[in-house]
């Protein structure tokens, strides 16, 4: 049973327009949510994060929101950037363990310049 | 320069044979963790360590094992009980409770 989905392996965007990823969740005891990026032969780094308690956080070119109701969340990348190409995982923590995570499957983001 | 090293880059057995994924760290964290990756699937946690001489089961623990004797290092062993071992293994280390994981570039183990 995923816990957590990313419901589209891929998505191509065009460079300087909008990319939104998205992801759903089944549980509602997660309250931390992450945002990792994963170039090929590489470990995730971390991008973003957000808490239950908050529906939007924002760092630069990155948004995240959360729709606690709908049970999903976002990742908003505006300008989108070549250099944004990469595999995006949404991920979810409910232990209290910032650690132990619930990733989705990823989606592979393609940003043509 | 801080981070999490994992050695070798990739790794190639013979079914049957026990092979250990090294992991070191030099951020001082105090939790460490194995994750696994495979094709069109999301990272899934194997098994977990808070502190020295301690560590937890993650998701998918059958047939494998992990030591944390030294803070720095978390090796982990994929015995021939793994009966899906071809993956890429992905070592992390988190700070303060709260603070994101940060991961090391990973070992592709192939068993053929």
């Known amino acids: 049973d995923q816990q957590v989905k990313q419901n589209s392996p891929s998505l191509s965007v065009q460079e300087g327009r909008i990319s939104i990823l998205n992801c759903d969740y089944t549980n509602s005891m997660f309250d931390y949510f992450l945002w990792y990026k994963k170039y090929p032969a590489e470990g995730p780094t971390f991008l973003i994060s957000?808490?239950?308690?908050?529906d939007k956080n924002e760092d630069g070119r990155f948004t995240v929101f959360l729709n606690k109701s709908a049970k999903h969340l976002s990742l908003h990348i505006v300008p989108s950037q070549p250099g944004d190409s990469a595999v995006y995982f949404c991920a979810a923590s409910g232990s209290g363990n910032t650690g132990k995570l619930i990733f989705g499957q990823g989606t592979t983001l393609q940003v043509k310049p | 320069d801080g981070g999490i090293t994992q050695s070798p880059k990739y790794l190639f057995r013979k079914e049957g044979q026990n092979v250990t994924l090294s992991c070191e760290q030099n951020l001082n964290h105090d939790a460490m963790y194995w994750y696994r990756q495979d094709p069109g699937q999301g990272l899934r946690l194997i098994y977990y360590s808070q502190i020295v001489n301690d560590f937890q089961k993650g998701d998918i623990a059958e047939g494998y094992s992990v030591s944390r004797e030294k803070k720095e290092s978390f090796p982990l062993t994929v015995t021939s009980a793994q009966k899906n071992p071809t993956a890429f293994y992905l070592c992390?280390?988190?700070?303060?409770?709260?603070?994101?994981?940060?991961f090391g570039n990973g070992t592709r183990l192939t068993v053929t």
């Open positions: 992390a280390s988190s700070g303060v409770q709260g603070s994101p994981l940060h």
């Open positions: 957000i808490s239950s308690i908050k």
